[in-house]
């Protein structure tokens, strides 16, 4: 039987299952989940939080994780200092990071901070420098990738939150949420929701 698991990974948890680094030991999925064989589809870091989805469907999990299928993932990222339309225009535009290109993204800023529970720690607090909340879509995900975009148009990205994953190719397709969750917790598909993601490998 195949699982899929949606789970929300707290701030300072590892995207895996074993932390074979260092000697002070760090929490990783397995103090959370206790489901055999299921691996993440795709990654978040370990100073991220948000929606992970989990599976041992190994079909699927290459279908939603490669670059290639271009499925949308959607963050919350707050910024230290507030960008203005033309500060964005490069994140929807595609813009130039060390060795490669991203794609176009969806970039808005939010008008009202999210609803979203306390960091634990919380981020780092200065006076006067006033922060901002954006709403960054990507259909790729390298590695460090929404950081390395704000720091690359000058707003240092200060607390991470993957929200979405969308269940097909573009903006109006069903999305997988954080929803009904909190830190730390999971719950397996609803039936709907499993057949909208395993109908992707009918593509």
């Known amino acids: 039987?195949?699982?899929?698991?949606?789970?929300?990974?707290?701030?300072g948890v590892l995207c895996q299952f074993t932390d074979n680094h260092g000697d002070t030991p760090r929490k990783t999925l397995k103090d959370y989940l206790n489901i055999?064989?299921?691996?993440?589809?795709?990654?978040?870091?370990?100073?991220?939080?948000?929606?992970?989805l989990l599976t041992n469907n190994g079909r699927l999990q290459h279908r939603l994780a490669h670059r290639q299928f271009a499925h949308p993932r959607t963050y919350w990222?707050?910024?230290?200092?507030?960008?203005?339309?033309?500060?964005?225009?490069?994140?929807?535009?595609?813009?130039?990071?060390?060795?490669?290109?991203?794609?176009?993204?969806?970039?808005?800023?939010?008008?009202?901070?999210p609803e979203l529970p306390p960091?634990?720690?919380?981020?780092?607090?200065?006076?006067?420098?006033?922060?901002?909340?954006?709403?960054?879509?990507?259909?790729?995900g390298r590695?460090?990738?929404?950081?390395?975009?704000?720091?690359a148009i000058g707003f240092p990205?200060?607390?991470?939150v993957r929200t979405a994953i969308a269940t097909g190719k573009d903006k109006h397709s069903p999305n997988l949420s954080l929803r009904g969750l909190a830190p730390g917790q999971w719950r397996e598909l609803q039936p709907l929701e499993r057949q909208q993601i395993e109908n992707l490998l009918k593509n």
């Open 36 to 52: 055999p064989e299921i691996y993440p589809v795709g990654r978040l870091d370990y100073d991220s939080e948000g929606l992970l």
């Open 119 to 140: 960091r634990d720690p919380p981020i780092r607090y200065r006076k006067n420098i006033p922060t901002c909340w954006l709403e960054i879509t990507l259909t790729e």
């Open 1 to 11: 039987m195949f699982h899929y698991i949606l789970f929300y990974k707290p701030y």
């Open 143 to 151: 590695n460090r990738q929404v950081r390395r975009m704000t720091a």
């Open 157 to 160: 990205t200060l607390r991470l």
């Open 77 to 113: 990222v707050q910024v230290e200092r507030i960008p203005d339309e033309a500060d964005l225009q490069p994140l929807r535009r595609g813009i130039s990071i060390q060795d490669y290109q991203t794609r176009p993204a969806i970039a808005k800023k939010l008008e009202t901070d």
